[in-house]
């Protein structure tokens, strides 16, 4: 059985920082490409970061410069480090497996809440 679990979301002032955390179990976060997701209040989930099984990444847009996922094979673990911090940050993140599109391949997590406060 796969489980993702998400943690390190807090309460931050725009301009600061914070480090995600997704711990899989069931799965190897390496040989697979993997997301982080959010999903702001009243808006569709949206995939803001990916990495592949090769290392490569991607991100929206909105978070290009900021944001940096990665990931610990010993760990198992993928991160997303955010920084400079923007109100429209605040949503409630979660991590997946993701297919070459972008989709999520697993069911949801419980997430982690980024609120950044201006």
């Known amino acids: 059985q796969v489980q993702l679990v998400e943690s390190g979301g807090g309460l931050v002032q725009a301009g600061g920082s914070l480090r995600l955390s997704c711990v899989a179990s069931?799965?190897?976060?390496?040989?697979?490409?993997m997301g982080w997701y959010r999903q702001a209040p009243g808006k569709q989930r949206e995939l803001v970061a990916g990495?592949?099984?090769?290392?490569?990444?991607n991100y929206a847009d909105s978070v290009k410069g900021r944001f940096t996922i990665s990931r610990d094979n010993a760990e198992n673990t993928v991160y997303l480090q955010m920084n400079s911090l923007k109100p429209d940050d605040t949503a409630v993140y979660y991590c997946?497996?993701?297919?070459?599109?972008?989709?999520?391949?697993?069911?949801w997590g419980q997430g982690t809440q980024v609120t950044v406060s201006s």
């Open positions: 997946n497996k993701r297919s070459f599109l972008g989709t999520p391949l697993l069911g």
């Open positions: 069931g799965t190897i976060v390496s040989a697979n490409r």
């Open positions: 990495i592949t099984s090769a290392g490569s990444t």
